[in-house]
């Protein structure tokens, strides 16, 4: 079973910064990407930062400029580091990561628990 633990939400003041964290660890033979989502009440799930397997890079128009996506493969980790963030910026964030499996054709995909980021004005 694939694990996604994720950290480093909270409650921050407009401009401020977080960085979250999204460890992942279980029956993983190779990873292909790891993302970053998040989900106001009442939103769509959202798609905010993606990092494939090459290294490449996207972001929501929303955020970029102001969030940065990266990974310490050695450690199956994804961070997210958040600056500028303004009260749209609240959301539950969710890590996903797209993996294969040893013996098994296709790909995989697990979710994190969730982190809230609140952003008072």
């Known amino acids: 079973q694939v694990q996604l633990v994720e950290s480093g939400g909270g409650l921050v003041q407009a401009g401020g910064s977080l960085r979250l964290s999204c460890a992942a660890s279980?029956?993983?033979?190779?990873?292909?990407?790891m993302s970053w989502y998040r989900q106001a009440p009442g939103k769509q799930r959202e798609l905010v930062a993606v990092?494939?397997?090459?290294?490449?890079?996207n972001y929501a128009d929303s955020v970029k400029g102001r969030f940065t996506i990266s990974r310490d493969n050695a450690k199956n980790t994804v961070y997210l580091q958040m600056n500028s963030l303004t009260p749209e910026d609240t959301a539950v964030y969710y890590c996903?990561?797209?993996?294969?499996?040893?013996?098994?054709?296709?790909?995989?995909?697990?979710w994190g628990q969730g982190t809230q980021v609140t952003v008072s004005s």
């Open positions: 279980g029956s993983i033979f190779s990873i292909n990407a």
């Open positions: 996903n990561v797209l993996f294969t499996k040893l013996g098994y054709r296709g790909t995989y995909d697990t």
């Open positions: 990092k494939t397997v090459g290294g490449s890079t």
